[in-house]
T-cell receptor, first 113, second 113 residues
Framework: EAEVAQSPRYKITEKSQAVAFWCDPISGHATLYWYRQILGQGPELLVQFQDESVVDDSQLPKDRFSAERLKGVDSTLKIQPAELGDSAMYLC???????????FGPGTRLTVL | GENVEQHPSTLSVQEGDSAVIKCTYSDSASNYFPWYKQELGKRPQLIIDIRSNVGEKKDQRIAVTLNKTAKHFSLHITETQPEDSAVYFCAAGPPGGGNKLTFGTGTQLKVEL
């Protein structure tokens, strides 16, 4: 069964450093989502792509976060510079269309020291 | 924007008993309500979902009910088993596509032997 892949699974960094996360959605899924999940809370949408276009980034802190999906397949989420409050699980999800089920990846757990 | 509240935050039941988790939402335009199960260290997985054109949906031991008038929906798990122990998240999504899900804060379910 196809799954969403993410790497790295764990990342420890110091504040003010740059970090990047990678996501490979299920093949053929046009819609890709990046979520942030703080411990003890539900996932919060950061950015949504339809193919290579951003359709919603209203909750993305654009002064330090950026996301791209250049060829409409895999995606990268970057944080520069990282802050202590960025420590969280970063989840990627994909769906075959804007109204279909979202399938989640295993996440990247970020710790900022 | 949409706001989803979820209760209880923790729930402990004896094996074989039923478990009920409740969520309320604020945006009357929301019409898609999925439930995700997240085991420790694993990705969230969809267990059941319901759209606003139905009031109840069942899948073996799991059922979801929706009351659009009151803007609340509930997850019912019957004949609970130890493998049901996990964190459960409800979510609400908008009509017309876009599928921006707003998640609840999660319920830690523990099924005791």
């Amino acid at each position: 069964e196809a799954e969403v892949a993410q790497s790295p699974r764990y990342k420890i960094t110091e504040k003010s450093q740059a970090v990047a996360f990678w996501c490979d959605p299920i093949s053929g899924h046009a819609t890709l989502y990046w979520y942030r999940q703080i411990l003890g809370q539900g996932p919060e949408l950061l950015v949504q792509f339809q193919d290579e276009s951003v359709v919603d980034d209203s909750q993305l802190p654009k002064d330090r976060f950026s996301a791209e999906r250049l060829k409409g397949v895999d995606s990268t989420l970057k944080i520069q510079p990282a802050e202590l409050g960025d420590s969280a699980m970063y989840l990627c999800a994909s769906s075959s269309g804007v109204v279909d089920t979202q399938y989640f990846g295993p996440g990247t757990r970020l710790t900022v020291l | 924007g949409e706001n989803v509240e979820q209760h209880p935050s923790t729930l402990s039941v004896q094996e074989g008993d039923s478990a009920v988790i409740k969520c309320t939402y604020s945006d009357s335009a929301s019409n898609y309500f999925p439930w995700y199960k997240q085991e420790l260290g694993k990705r969230p997985q969809l267990i059941i979902d319901i759209r606003s054109n139905v009031g109840e949906k069942k899948d073996q031991r799991i059922a979801v009910t929706l009351n659009k008038t009151a803007k609340h929906f509930s997850l019912h798990i019957t004949e609970t088993q130890p493998e049901d122990s996990a964190v459960y998240f409800c979510a609400a999504g908008p009509p017309g596509g876009g599928n921006k899900l707003t998640f609840g804060t999660g319920t830690q379910l523990k099924v005791e032997l």
